[in-house]
């Protein structure tokens, strides 16, 4: 691995077949390709902004992680706990992902920058050409204008990761390039055949001995 290390040591969807048209309205229906996302929030009122104060103060600070279900599939699955739209934030997003025994996630690039919190699994990034593993408990970095690619490096275990980005910042400020080089996998593999997204926290996110 390169010595300039951007890794800090520290209900499933039915399966899809071979068929164009269910694959292509399989791409439409994923989070990442969805037409309507909101990406900065609105803001209007009078210059004292006071209604827009007491909105933020009355809503809820705890927010039931358990409550957001997993979308997309079948290899790779998001689960977004706190993103502009929900009406709290604005400058950033936070959710889920999970990658099934051998997945990888889209390939693609964006200015913004993210920091993905590895909970379980072994894997690794591929940054502008360049392989960084990682394993559970480690920290991610992905940097600004940076291509790149997740993969979970076991064929026989899922990987997990707790993904904190900047991109509502990013756009809010005109930094609008973001592009998808390839798109998430939609097909089965052999190695994920009969994965289920686990909707729930098991012990893999607390390996024995600690990270």
């Known amino acids: 691995m390169d010595d ?32 309507d996302r909101v990406f900065v929030r609105g803001i209007q009122g009078e ?3 006071k209604q827009e104060l007491d ?15 997993f979308i997309d599939g079948p290899l790779c699955f998001s689960r977004h706990y706190v993103e502009p739209k929900d009406g ?16 990888s996630s889209q390939k693609h ?19 502008d050409g ?29 990987a997990r990761a707790l993904v904190i980005k900047t991109k509502p910042m990013y756009l809010f400020l005109n930094m609008l390039f973001q592009q998808t080089v390839e798109g998430r996998p939609l097909e089965m593999t052999p190695e994920a055949e009969g994965f289920t997204v686990r909707e729930i926290e098991e012990d893999l996110n607390h390996p024995k001995g600690g990270y």
């Open 4 to 35: 300039d290390s951007r890794v800090t040591k520290g209900a499933q969807p039915g399966a899809v077949g071979h068929n164009s048209e269910a694959l292509e309205e399989k791409r439409a229906s994923l989070y990442h390709n969805k037409k």
């Open 47 to 49: 210059y004292n902004v």
């Open 55 to 69: 909105r933020l103060r009355a809503v809820p600070r705890v927010r039931k992680a358990k409550e957001t279900t």
């Open 88 to 103: 709290i934030t604005q400058t950033f997003h936070m959710h889920l992902e999970e990658y099934a025994p051998g997945a």
């Open 109 to 127: 690039g964006h200015v913004n920058e993210a920091a993905f919190y590895i909970l379980d699994g072994d894997g690794y990034e591929i940054h």
């Open 130 to 158: 360049i392989r960084y593993d990682w394993h559970a408990g480690d920290i991610a970095i992905v940097h600004n204008n940076c291509v790149h690619q997740h993969f979970n490096a076991s064929t026989a275990k899922p």
